[in-house]
């Protein structure tokens, strides 16, 4: 498919009708997003089960009751006296209470507490990593938008070195050939104004998967304007950045509640191979028919029960020695994995404020170069409106213009996505 037929079919779908847009602002694009991201509703799902395996866990120290009836009928048809049939029935309330099991109540409990602390975590850090991806896409909608302007002056301007060469051609005063040239840079333009929109939609298209928006709700980044200051504002100094992050990054923290769980697994572990002790009570009464009355029988086949059972274990196929050393690889896992979190925060953060240095360098020289390609670009139009220079000088100076401005917008808004990021590293949290 040719740029011709590309930019048509942009073009005829750009007329068709399209959903109401609607201004969303980055603080409104967040918020909205922590109430309806699916992902995110999922982590706090985890994080809610994980309260209730806690509250499970403290109910291990309740003791249990429970009621049983058995109700059955004994035929004996051989027997030579007596009834053939009879009727018995028994009923019990029984209680258990677990007196000792080896600390495993108590671990288990502090077990479930930090992981249901460490799922709580999780889900805010999720919050985080949506933050990010959110900034990211904000941006590039912002830069997305700024690209068409810049595409859209670009083609004006084309258009009028066009019209210019159409009455230099008709004087004589430059070829077909160079007019030809010209007439094909304004399509170029044009396309290039279309493709700009086109990526501008797919960026909001992307923003609404992550606000799980339906295709029928349209979205429109609020207009955001960073001063020459603030582009090239210097960042805090890299170390401080890093510490903060460290302190603030939901990720390491849960990575370190996860190797204080694994290491209380451990000990939950242990406390399979160690004596337990239970005690367990009842009350019961029988019944039988034919026989005396219900309440008399009910009353002599009263009884009480209490024990106290020691257990011991000896032998257990390896379950509880396997069952520690598998907690001890999962402590080791989680240890690494916080290593690892450490190390990623410093990597990312280092290539961070490389970016951000070398995309304010870019901005800096970028001005310099639109004001030389903006200077060159007027004095080559002048010339060129009086037929003093040809078509390949006129659209080099017209490419070298446009290539200079998008080079400077594209320096200022990778200079703010990274300012921005090194942000919610260091709080969690930014804002536009």
């Given at each position: 498919?040719n740029k011709?037929?590309?930019?048509?079919i942009l073009l005829?779908?750009?007329?068709?009708?399209?959903?109401?847009?609607?201004i969303?602002s980055y603080?409104?694009?967040?918020?909205?997003?922590k109430?309806?991201?699916?992902?995110?509703?999922?982590?706090?799902?985890?994080?809610?089960?994980?309260?209730?395996?806690?509250?499970?866990?403290r109910?291990?120290?309740?003791?249990?009751?429970?009621f049983?009836?058995?109700?059955g009928?004994?035929?004996?048809?051989?027997?030579?006296?007596g009834?053939?049939?009879v009727?018995?029935?028994?009923?019990?309330?029984?209680?258990?209470?677990t007196?000792?099991?080896?600390?495993?109540?108590q671990?288990?409990?502090?077990?479930?507490k930090?992981q249901?602390?460490a799922?709580?975590?999780?889900?805010?850090?999720l919050?985080?990593?949506?933050e990010?991806d959110?900034?990211?896409?904000?941006?590039?909608?912002?830069?997305?938008?700024?690209?068409?302007?810049?595409n859209?002056?670009?083609?004006?301007?084309?258009?009028?070195?066009q019209?210019?060469?159409?009455?230099?051609?008709?004087?004589?005063?430059?070829?077909?050939?160079e007019?030809?040239q010209?007439?094909a840079?304004?399509?170029q333009?044009k396309?290039?104004?279309?493709n700009?929109e086109?990526?501008?939609?797919?960026?909001c298209?992307?923003?609404k998967?992550?606000?799980?928006?339906?295709?029928?709700q349209?979205?429109?980044?609020?207009?955001?304007?960073?001063?020459?200051?603030?582009?090239?504002?210097?960042?805090?100094?890299?170390?401080?950045?890093?510490?903060?992050?460290?302190i603030?990054?939901?990720?390491l923290k849960?990575?370190?509640?996860?190797a204080?769980a694994?290491?209380?697994?451990?000990?939950?572990?242990?406390?399979?191979?160690?004596?337990?002790?239970s005690?367990?009570?009842?009350?019961?009464t029988?019944?039988?028919?034919?026989?005396g009355?219900?309440?008399?029988q009910?009353k002599?086949?009263?009884?009480?029960?209490?024990?106290?059972?020691?257990?011991?274990?000896i032998?257990?196929?390896k379950?509880?020695?396997i069952?520690v050393?598998q907690a001890?690889?999962?402590?080791?896992?989680?240890d690494?994995?916080?290593?690892?979190?450490q190390?990623?925060?410093?990597?990312?953060?280092?290539a961070?404020?490389?970016?951000?240095?070398?995309?304010?360098?870019?901005y800096?020289?970028?001005?310099?170069?639109v004001?030389?390609?903006?200077?060159?670009?007027?004095?080559?139009?002048?010339?060129?409106?009086?037929g003093?220079?040809?078509a390949?000088?006129l659209?080099?100076?017209?490419n070298?213009?446009?290539?200079?401005?998008?080079?400077l917008?594209q320096?200022?808004?990778?200079t703010?996505l990274?300012?921005?990021?090194?942000e919610i590293?260091r709080?969690?949290?930014?804002?536009?």
């Amino acid at each position: 498919m040719n740029k011709a037929t590309f930019a048509s079919i942009l073009l005829v779908a750009s007329s068709l009708p399209l959903a109401a847009q609607e201004i969303w602002s980055y603080d409104r694009c967040v918020q909205y997003a922590k109430e309806n991201n699916i992902s995110l509703q999922q982590t706090r799902l985890s994080a809610e089960m994980s309260m209730l395996n806690l509250e499970s866990a403290r109910a291990q120290w309740q003791p249990s009751l429970s009621f049983s009836t058995t109700q059955g009928l004994t035929n004996t048809p051989w027997v030579e006296r007596g009834d053939k049939t009879v009727y018995g029935s028994n009923y019990g309330l029984n209680a258990g209470w677990t007196v000792w099991n080896g600390g495993e109540r108590q671990a288990t409990i502090k077990q479930r507490k930090v992981q249901a602390e460490a799922a709580g975590v999780t889900a805010e850090g999720l919050e985080t990593s949506l933050e990010q991806d959110l900034l990211q896409i904000y941006i590039n909608l912002l830069y997305s938008r700024e690209a068409i302007e810049i595409n859209k002056e670009a083609s004006l301007l084309s258009e009028a070195q066009q019209a210019r060469a159409r009455q230099l051609m008709e004087s004589g005063k430059i070829s077909r050939v160079e007019y030809s040239q010209i007439a094909a840079q304004a399509e170029q333009d044009k396309y290039s104004v279309v493709n700009a929109e086109g990526n501008y939609a797919s960026q909001c298209t992307e923003l609404k998967r992550l606000l799980e928006l339906g295709i029928e709700q349209g979205v429109e980044p609020l207009e955001v304007d960073w001063t020459r200051d603030e582009v090239l504002a210097p960042l805090a100094p890299l170390d401080e950045s890093y510490r903060m992050a460290l302190i603030a990054d939901n990720q390491l923290k849960a990575a370190s509640l996860q190797a204080e769980a694994a290491k209380l697994g451990e000990r939950v572990a242990k406390s399979s191979g160690l004596p337990q002790i239970s005690l367990n009570a009842g009350v019961g009464t029988t019944y039988y028919a034919p026989g005396g009355a219900f309440g008399t029988q009910l009353k002599r086949g009263f009884n009480e029960n209490i024990g106290l059972t020691l257990s011991i274990p000896i032998l257990d196929q390896k379950k509880t020695k396997i069952a520690v050393a598998q907690a001890k690889v999962s402590a080791l896992d989680a240890d690494l994995t916080r290593e690892a979190r450490q190390t990623t925060i410093g990597r990312e953060i280092e290539a961070l404020y490389t970016d951000v240095r070398s995309a304010q360098a870019r901005y800096e020289a970028g001005e310099k170069q639109v004001e030389a390609a903006a200077l060159s670009n007027d004095l080559v139009n002048e010339r060129f409106n009086l037929g003093l220079v040809n078509a390949v000088e006129l659209l080099t100076a017209h490419n070298a213009l446009t290539a200079a401005k998008r080079e400077l917008t594209q320096a200022k808004f990778m200079t703010m996505l990274g300012k921005k990021s090194i942000e919610i590293y260091r709080t969690n949290h930014t804002t536009l």
